[in-house]
């Protein structure tokens, strides 16, 4: 969650080719003085994920519906959205938690996967119903997995990580990325703390939840691709995610400057992606059904310039939540 209420993929697919020319003359402008020169040593690229090899949908807040070939993947899936009083200046740790399952269902499909990144509400809230109603397999932390089972998911459901795990569910590979929670204006983040074994009642408040440690999760979608690094929070571990050069990175946008150099030290770890997608943005209490709304804390325009900045090639796509996106993050009609 936003933080100002005190609050490897594996297959690789050649090298860049397509995705990193459409970068080149995307909408976005190049700054003057960021071509590269001849002397600059030439870029690493790998090959394009085919057409209609996978369709992406932001479901608000840091979460994603992976569409490949039939088979769908949930990142972060909360899509009730009820409010807490956060965007009103009345923030309420005691609000209950709840389910609007008609709006869950008619946005996540037949999950049979589901990605969690750490356990506070707007990540979690929705997971014990998708769980129960779908069979999904649910991949988290130790938290993550006593949380939903006091919640009433089955255990046999949910797998495990800590990170460096590299799992393949039947072609869609999943590599499990150690990282961190972001942090507020005074260096401290919302509701810390772990789960060893199960909390002493059932969770029923948004309080109820710790974060439970942190993990981003980069999925390649098939033999087609493409790979995609999804973020729940804007920190990350730089050691851990150095290397992994996905095609496309979704990006938590900071509410605040606590993290040094935040983005140019996450995009060059990350090696330039083809595409930044800013997530994590949006108020996550105004339904979805609306367009997007940016929380105050978050300023999106400065993030995008500020990617464009460090690097030109990268194609910046700001999500809406009713637009389905092709393989390239292009919208599909």
């Not at 690094?229 to 571990?237: E, I, K, P, Q, V």
Request: hydrophobic share 40%; proline share 9%; with cysteine.
């Amino acid at each position: 969650m936003s933080d100002d209420t005190d609050t490897r993929g594996v297959k690789r697919f050649g090298r860049r080719t397509m995705l990193r020319g459409a970068a080149l003359s995307a909408a976005a402008p190049l700054l003057p003085g960021t071509l590269p020169t001849a002397a600059a040593a030439p870029a690493v690229r790998r090959a394009a994920p085919a057409a209609g090899a996978a369709t992406f949908r932001w479901l608000g807040t840091a979460g994603w519906r992976i569409d490949v070939s039939g088979r769908t993947v949930l990142f972060d899936p909360y899509v009730t959205r009820f409010p807490t009083g956060l965007f009103t200046g009345a923030f309420d740790r005691a609000t209950r938690l709840c389910t609007d399952e008609a709006a869950v269902r008619e946005r996540v499909g037949r999950p049979e996967l589901v990605l969690v990144s750490h356990s506070h509400w707007d990540h979690l809230a929705d997971v014990p119903y998708i769980a129960a109603s779908t069979g999904a397999r649910v991949v988290g932390t130790e938290t993550t997995y006593h949380l939903l089972v006091a919640l009433g998911v089955d255990p046999a459901q949910i797998s495990v990580v800590k990170g460096g795990e590299v799992l393949d569910f039947d072609g869609i590979v999943v590599e499990v990325v150690a990282s961190l929670h972001s942090r507020n204006k005074q260096r401290a983040y919302f509701a810390p703390g772990r789960l060893a074994g199960p909390p002493p009642a059932r969770p029923e408040t948004i309080g109820d939840l710790p974060e439970g440690d942190t993990l981003a999760y980069q999925v390649t979608a098939g033999d087609g691709g493409p790979s995609a690094f999804l973020m729940g929070a804007s920190d990350f571990g730089e050691r851990a995610a150095r290397g992994l050069r996905p095609d496309l990175a979704m990006v938590a946008v900071p509410t605040s400057a606590s993290t040094h150099r935040y983005v140019p030290r996450l995009l060059a770890a990350l090696g330039d992606p083809d595409v930044v997608v800013p997530v994590h943005w949006d108020d996550f209490e105004r339904p979805l059904d609306l367009p997007p709304r940016t929380d105050p804390s978050a300023d999106l325009d400065a993030f995008a310039a500020q990617v464009r900045r460090e690097s030109p090639a990268t194609r910046v796509v700001v999500p809406d939540y009713r637009t389905l996106y092709g393989a390239d993050m292009r919208p599909v009609s």
